[in-house]
């Protein structure tokens, strides 16, 4: 026992050491039961699966490009608009399926409230794909 013994020594202190053994005979014990156990986990039907040549149907979504200058005109894909069509160009562009993916590019010197105009009429004709477009360090 921890915590007395049968000599008449006057250090009656508790044993301060853990003793691992029983602890190492769990961990061994459940060692072997993960071994014996993990090769009856992978249980898979053979079965023989018909074959069938295809061609992957993949249908690129449109882009649409939308520039802003610094004035404040706006451009869809290099064409000018005004603010009217914009709203009506997006909405039957929301319809389309795919939806295409909107590029925005805006100039660095235009205003903020430009871009977040474009960005809410987009987000109110159900566009849902919109991306910045910006020049990389060279």
Do not use: C
Not at 12 to 35: G, H, T
Not at 95 to 109: G, V, W, Y
């Amino acid at each position: 026992m921890a915590f007395g013994g049968l000599n008449n020594s006057s250090n009656n202190q508790p044993m301060a050491e853990i003793n691992m053994v029983p602890l190492i005979d769990v961990m061994l014990v459940l060692l072997v039961i993960f071994i014996v156990t993990a090769p009856l986990l992978t249980h898979a039907v053979k079965i023989d699966l018909p074959r069938a040549s295809s061609n992957q149907n993949i249908s690129q979504a449109e882009k649409i490009q939308i520039a802003i200058n610094a004035q404040g005109t706006v451009y869809w894909n290099g064409e000018i608009v005004d603010e009217a069509s914009l709203r009506a160009r997006m909405a039957t562009a929301a319809k389309l399926d795919p939806q295409p993916e909107l590029h925005l590019r805006a100039d660095r010197t235009t205003q903020y409230e430009n871009v977040a105009k474009v960005m809410s009429d987009a987000a109110q004709a159900g566009l849902a794909k919109i991306g910045f477009v910006t020049e990389p360090n060279n």
